[in-house]
């Protein structure tokens, strides 16, 4: 695999087919990537998008990244944030004063900081720890927080590719809205944790990866949740690259709201577009 010891990103996303795609759950295998070596490695990224017309809109999303590896030891941070905004002809009638910065004008709105550790007792085997933060206002999250602990296993590390499986147990505490949750707005879950993940160059330049995740309760495993994060990227000479990347997330049990506002929907989809830089 082509890898990078260093490796700041600044990349510009382009989303082509999306709802707002609200992840409980980060995907921070695509992230260890770039700590194939050691040393240290990080990347920025960020999006912005604006319209007005008939429809006014607003996005931005930022995201950052920053890692070190070092012998058996690895330490991983990740942050990334989302704001969008819309309003239509129909919302400046019934409100001329308004704003994009209104609260009904958002349909994205969180933020997300996730940190983990490695540590490999053999060249196959390593132990993880891990936290995660976590606010969304669309899945009605003041706040998400958990920690965990767990073991990762290197399937195969080859020149054109790689397999990774990793298993743990996690503790997770969540705060949502009460004024729209029709249940007690905190609650608290142990979690069984798992992923699968590869990433292949089968021709330099191209890459494909995938990551998957399942998280059943331990105390019900009817109550389980879901992500699949697939990418392929295409180089273009030394520092460009194109992408496109389609994320899924399922939950088996939503929460459920009051009386008059819709409900929330178990499965949430995305495709992103982007071109990157690297320097």
């Known amino acids: 695999m082509h890898t990078h010891r260093s490796l700041p990103v600044l990349a510009l996303a382009c989303v082509a087919s999306a709802a707002p795609?609200?992840?409980?759950?980060?995907?921070?295998?695509?992230?260890r990537m770039a700590l194939a070596e050691d040393g240290a490695a990080g990347s920025a990224s960020l999006g912005i998008t604006s319209k007005t017309g008939n429809v006014d809109f607003f996005?931005?999303?930022?995201?950052?990244?920053?890692?070190?590896?070092?012998?058996?030891?690895?330490?991983?941070?990740?942050?990334?944030?989302?704001?969008?905004?819309?309003?239509?002809?129909?919302?400046?009638?019934e409100d001329p004063a308004g704003s994009l910065l209104d609260s009904d004008a958002r349909y994205a709105n969180k933020l997300l900081g996730a940190l983990r550790y490695n540590y490999g007792f053999s060249d196959r085997l390593a132990g993880e720890l891990f936290t995660q933060l976590q606010y969304d206002q669309f899945l009605l999250l003041d706040l998400r927080s958990l920690g965990g602990v767990g073991a990762?296993?290197?399937?195969?590390?080859?020149?054109?590719?790689?397999?990774?499986?990793?298993?743990?147990?996690?503790?997770?505490?969540?705060?949502?809205?009460?004024d729209l949750v029709a249940e007690d707005p905190t609650t608290l879950a142990h979690r069984w944790t798992s992923y699968l993940s590869f990433a292949i160059e089968p021709i330099?330049?191209?890459?494909?990866?995938?990551?998957?995740?399942?998280?059943?309760?331990?105390?019900?495993?009817?109550?389980?949740?879901?992500?699949?994060?697939?990418?392929?990227?295409?180089g273009l000479g030394e520092h460009f690259s194109l992408g496109i990347a389609f994320t899924l997330r399922?939950?088996?049990?939503?929460v459920r709201l009051v009386d008059g506002e819709p409900p929330l929907v178990a499965t949430d989809t995305s495709i992103t577009n982007k071109i990157s830089l690297e320097f």
């Not at 795609?21 to 992230?31: G, P, Q, S």
């Not at 590896?69 to 905004?85: D, N, P």
């Not at 990762?152 to 009460?178: C, F, W």
């Open 21 to 31: 795609c609200a992840m409980a759950t980060v995907n921070i295998e695509k992230y």
């Open 59 to 93: 996005e931005t999303s930022l995201a950052g990244t920053g890692g070190f590896r070092e012998s058996r030891h690895l330490l991983l941070a990740v942050v990334s944030g989302t704001y969008s905004a819309k309003r239509t002809g129909s919302d400046r009638l």
């Open 152 to 178: 990762r296993l290197t399937v195969l590390d080859g020149d054109k590719g790689n397999v990774h499986a990793g298993t743990g147990y996690m503790i997770e505490y969540e705060s949502q809205d009460p």
């Open 204 to 234: 330099d330049g191209l890459t494909l990866s995938s990551t998957a995740y399942a998280q059943p309760r331990i105390t019900d495993f009817a109550d389980y949740r879901l992500l699949n994060e697939s990418a392929l990227s295409v």
């Open 250 to 254: 399922h939950d088996s049990d939503p």
